[in-house]
């Protein structure tokens, strides 16, 4: 029903720039409080930046808050995440995921999540 594709990941040299996409098919984006998570090398997915299903409130990690930007593009049903300033330490797969509830840090409380996109900073 609800299904979400990651896009826009590649290759960066630390200090650089990405914009990932997350388009969203099945409801309105508006219907869904949405975040973006990651899960680097060795580890377990990380919260990294939610927003309301209004887009009037956000929330974003410690580590990235100041660099990253998370906001809707309604009129395209999308969610994107401005990355800038990166760091070795932000390459991770990226996922994109919704819930039926408030705006929420926490990885078990989305239903729905995309495949993920590949994110590389270069030292």
């Known amino acids: 029903q609800v299904q979400l594709i990651e896009s826009g990941g590649g290759l960066v040299q630390a200090g650089g720039s990405l914009r990932l996409s997350c388009a969203v098919s099945g409801r309105a984006l508006s219907s869904y409080p949405m975040g973006w998570f990651r899960r680097a090398p060795g580890k377990g997915r990380e919260f990294v930046a939610a927003i309301t299903w209004s887009g009037g409130g956000t929330n974003y990690a410690d580590s990235v808050k100041g660099r990253f930007t998370i906001f809707r593009e309604k009129s395209k049903n999308m969610v994107s995440l401005q990355m800038n300033s990166l760091k070795p330490d932000d390459t991770a797969v990226y996922f994109c995921?919704?819930?039926?509830?408030?705006?929420?840090?926490?990885?078990?409380?989305?239903?729905?999540w995309g495949q993920g996109t590949q994110v590389t900073v270069s030292s």
């Open positions: 995921a919704a819930r039926l509830g408030g705006i929420s840090t926490a990885e078990a409380d989305y239903k729905y």
